[in-house]
């Protein structure tokens, strides 16, 4: 994805690129989109009333100390860049970004004040080169069964989440913990299980205790390898503990389960009326598709307007 979004913003910059040789003139003094570059040990000379403005900037080459504090309203940070070593403590007061990207360099750690950026979403880096975050930024799935949690406080994700890895997580508590329920801004969710793996299989436990918020619009669920899915995946509906009641996942416009490759029942879909996509592949158990598939009562077929079905 990183190389999408270096040429992304090589495209849109086009004239708004200068280097530290260059002299800022009045044509880029409001410029939204900015590429810099610096020279050896020379600092790039932009000034404060232009860097205001910067909502996405591409940088390469070292990164000076308090070069980034001028860029208050930053949104989009890519550095670039094998000399770039370390991230300044001041990355932690560009309170808007919500993009960082350090997959270019040599960068090792990030500085505790990143946990400041509350509305950082996406943060991509290389692996080869990179060794630990702060304490209060953990790696999701690196350590079985305790970084989920980490989600729980995460309390302004919005738009789609992705979560991989989930045999790392090791029961249905722990999978509660991200609070999926409690984020009604998430409308694209996929839960995924590594292919190749062993020992004890606990997807059922794990599936049951990521119940998201009824705002869900679209759900994909891949390498599951419980029997069963959970009532809530059969039935289309979450709980709410604290009301007592179910709710429907009425919201859902898009359904996609591929190689759950050990379950032999179909969720039940005919009462979820904005259903537009589905996609079922590699379900081998699944032998048959009977009437509770199209849910039950009066509930009519949902309006699917593109399905797929592979065995």
Not at 20 to 26: F, I, K, Y
Not at 137 to 142: S, T, V, Y
Not at 175 to 194: E, G
Not at 275 to 291: E, G, M
């Amino acid at each position: 994805m990183h190389d999408l979004v270096h040429d992304l913003a090589r495209s849109v910059l086009g004239s708004k690129s200068i280097c530290a040789s260059d002299n800022v003139s009045d044509e880029i003094r409001q410029a939204r989109y900015m590429s810099l570059k610096s020279v050896g040990d020379e600092s790039c000379a932009i000034s404060k009333e232009a860097a205001k403005y910067v909502r996405v900037l591409l940088f390469e080459g070292k990164v000076f100390h308090d070069m980034l504090l001028d860029f208050k309203s930053l949104h989009v940070l890519i550095l670039k860049g094998k000399d770039v070593e370390e991230l300044p403590i001041s990355i932690g007061k560009l309170i808007h970004l919500r993009f960082v990207d350090i997959s270019y360099t040599r960068i090792e750690y990030l500085p505790d004040p990143i946990e400041k950026l509350y509305y950082l979403q996406t943060l991509i880096v290389d692996e080869a080169y990179f060794k630990k975050l702060p304490n209060t930024l953990k790696a999701l799935g690196r350590e079985r069964g305790r970084t989920i949690v980490e989600l729980g406080s995460l309390k302004n994700l919005k738009g789609t989440l992705e979560i991989h890895n989930l045999e790392e997580v090791c029961d249905k508590e722990d999978a509660k913990s991200a609070h999926l329920f409690q984020k009604p801004n998430i409308f694209k969710l996929k839960f995924t299980w590594s292919e190749l793996r062993e020992g004890e299989i606990n997807d059922e436990n794990v599936l049951e205790g990521l119940q998201p918020h009824s705002n869900l619009k679209s759900l994909e669920i891949d390498g599951f390898k419980g029997r069963n899915f959970p009532l809530w995946i059969l039935k289309m509906v979450v709980h709410d503990d604290l009301e007592g009641w179910w709710i429907g996942l009425n919201h859902l416009r898009e359904i996609r389960l591929t190689h759950c490759k050990e379950c032999d029942k179909i969720p039940m879909l005919g009462h979820l009326p904005h259903l537009k996509r589905l996609y079922l592949h590699d379900l081998t158990n699944v032998r048959s598709i009977d009437s509770s598939f199209y849910g039950i009562g009066s509930y009519s077929t949902p309006s699917s307007s593109s399905n797929g079905v592979q065995r």
